[in-house]
């Protein structure tokens, strides 16, 4: 097959609106260049904010309609989780998620899915095969998703971009008792920096962490995640209170994201407890907005914490939301004093720059993407994880300093719009892409690189079963 590289940053070649998730099955024009993205997990076109559907999912959503825009014909590989869910979810004229079988079609957690990788693998090349399509540039997404990406460089010849969204190296760290799977996962993530073509790291931190815990081998440029500045963007704080229905004279306090222990919303809600005894003058309310299932892990992690703001004695004046889309999603950014983030660990962390985005000012730990995209005393404050005192001290700052509020809300919607855009980080990766597609067109010859992991039915179903 020929490769046909879109030429230029600015070739927007289809900008007419198209009816989104359209169940019909759309095939690729000739004329674009077809890459694909794989998210093993994050199915781009689930709903986000509960059963392991965040930040992931949102980046390859985004990422994928953004390099349609921009000239590519965008594939985005998942597996198909139930059989009800149609194969192909047409997004836009060039962008699709294409859900393939691999394993039961329900909804396997993330600990338990690396078996079902080699039959991704052949899925997508059964897939590529009858469609007739070429993919020259693969960007895989996550550990396994890397894992699927290095088997099929040793059976086509393609440019391999992987972005990890979370590294094992480092959550292992904060780990008491690391899964059997570990060693597999710290393996793989070596694997695709040394063999992969260039890692996409989202800040300067991970570049850091990388180099540090990982390898000094590799090509990694460094690309943030983004966010929709047209959805999440400045605006009156009093219409979203009345659209939500909140009272104009309560101080609330936000909390966006999953049900998972290392969100550190225990934190949050032992900072507000402290706030709300220092000075029961104030009228505080606590919104936790996020969704979970009563039968999976988050729901449990739901409970744990709707059990402490029990304890606390916060019941009457905390919310808990549940999963909210990012239709309406900014109204509760908007509405909000301050937005919280109070992670044990963050990759990059989306909810940090769509609540700058809107103007609302940040409280987050000093961790990872956060410390990169939260500019202290600018945009928020960055405080230690797990510091109950030092995050009620910052949330009492940002609900007091109305002046220093005001001029947060522009810089931090100012620095979203400049350096955080969609739009700007596919211009990035397209760039990214062409630049190693350009390379691969002038080194014709393909050396497959020696197979160091072993599949995972030898190694990881035999560790599984030891488990
Ligand atoms: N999110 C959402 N609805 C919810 C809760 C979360 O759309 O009810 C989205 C949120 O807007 C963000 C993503 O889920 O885009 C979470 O990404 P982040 O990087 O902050 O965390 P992750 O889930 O990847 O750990």
């Known amino acids: 097959a020929t490769t046909t590289i879109p030429l230029s940053r600015n070739s927007i070649s289809n900008t007419k609106p198209f009816p989104k998730s359209l169940k019909t099955t759309h095939r690729p024009s000739t004329h674009r260049q077809a890459i694909a993205l794989i998210s093993d997990h994050g199915d781009p076109a689930a709903v986000i904010g509960k059963e392991e559907a965040g930040g992931q999912n949102v980046y390859v959503r985004q990422v994928g309609e953004a390099l349609a825009k921009l000239g590519w014909q965008v594939d985005l590989f998942t597996r198909k989780r139930h059989p009800d869910e149609p194969m192909i979810v047409q997004h836009s004229p060039h962008c699709r998620t294409i859900r393939l079988k691999a394993g039961a079609e329900t909804h396997i957690p993330r600990d338990r899915l690396f078996p079902e990788m080699p039959a991704f693998v052949e899925a997508f090349l059964k897939f590529q095969a009858k469609e007739g399509t070429n993919y020259p540039l693969i960007h895989t997404n996550y550990w396994m998703s890397a894992w699927v990406g290095l088997q099929l460089k040793q059976r086509m010849n393609v440019q391999l971009v992987h972005t990890y969204h979370s590294l094992g190296a480092v959550k292992y760290q904060s780990v008491s008792d690391r899964p059997a799977i570990a060693d597999t996962r710290l393996a793989i993530e070596r694997q695709i920096l040394e063999q992969g073509d260039c890692v996409v790291a989202t800040s300067p ?68 407890a402290q706030l709300k005894e220092s000075d029961n003058s104030q009228k505080l309310r606590l919104l936790i907005v996020g969704g979970s299932d009563p039968d999976a892990v988050d729901g449990q992690e739901r409970s744990r914490i709707e059990a402490l703001v029990r304890d606390c004695g916060l019941g009457a004046v905390t919310q808990f939301v549940g999963q909210v889309g990012h239709d309406r999603l900014p109204l509760y950014y908007t509405a909000a004093d301050v937005c919280v983030i109070p992670s044990h660990y963050e990759p990059f962390g989306l909810v940090a720059i769509e609540a700058m985005a809107c103007g609302t000012p940040v409280v987050a730990s000093d961790v990872g993407g956060l410390k990169f995209t939260v500019v202290q005393g600018e945009t928020g404050w960055l405080v230690p994880p797990q510091n109950v005192g030092a995050f009620a001290e910052a949330i009492s700052f940002a609900l007091n300093d109305p002046l220093a509020v005001t001029k947060m809300r522009e810089q931090a919607s100012l620095r979203v719009q400049q350096n955080f855009s969609w739009n700007g980080v596919a211009i990035q990766l397209s760039d990214l892409y062409r630049r190693l597609l350009a390379r691969s067109l002038s080194h014709k010859s393909f050396m497959p690189s020696s197979p160091f992991i072993p599949a995972p039915a030898s190694l990881a179903v035999a560790e599984m079963a030891k488990a």
């Open 205 to 272: 931190q991970e570049v850091e962490h990388l180099r540090s815990l990982v390898s000094s081998k590799g090509m990694i440029e460094v690309i943030p995640c983004g966010t929709d500045i047209q959805t999440f963007h400045l605006m009156p704080k009093e219409e979203a209170r009345a659209k939500l229905g909140l009272p104009h004279d309560e101080q609330v306090v936000l909390y966006v994201g999953r049900f998972d222990p290392r969100k550190g919303i225990e934190t949050l809600v032992r900072a507000f």
